[in-house]
């Protein structure tokens, strides 16, 4: 069974930046009610996509640079990094089916 990855200033680079498969990135904090709603939703889908993509988890607290530097106004934020690039962004509580079709839009399936 996959898990999200746990992203961090120190690892961000490697990866997310440097990822060979594409990565949804989730910007989050504990104190967040919505946040904590999508935590399970994401958990099943680092399984159900594990080796086509990756899932991590930045949480906003720790990491204010990251969550800065990519305007990060509300969370949860989904982001979707393909080659280092942002292509996509979900904002809010979303269904697990709408994330899935999202994901397979991403990944071209």
Known sequence: ????????????????LKSDIPI???FWAEWCRPCL???????DLATDF??????????VDNSPRLAS???I?????????????VIDQVVGVVPKDYLTGKINQFIGQ
């Open 1 to 16: 069974m996959a898990e999200p990855i746990k992203i961090t200033d120190d690892n961000f680079e490697t990866e997310v």
């Open 24 to 26: 949804v990135i989730d």
């Open 37 to 43: 709603i999508m935590a399970p939703v994401l958990e």
């Open 50 to 59: 594990e080796g086509k993509i990756k899932i991590g988890k930045i949480n």
């Open 69 to 71: 530097q990519y305007q």
């Open 73 to 85: 106004r509300g969370i949860p934020t989904l982001l979707f990094f393909d080659k280092g690039q």
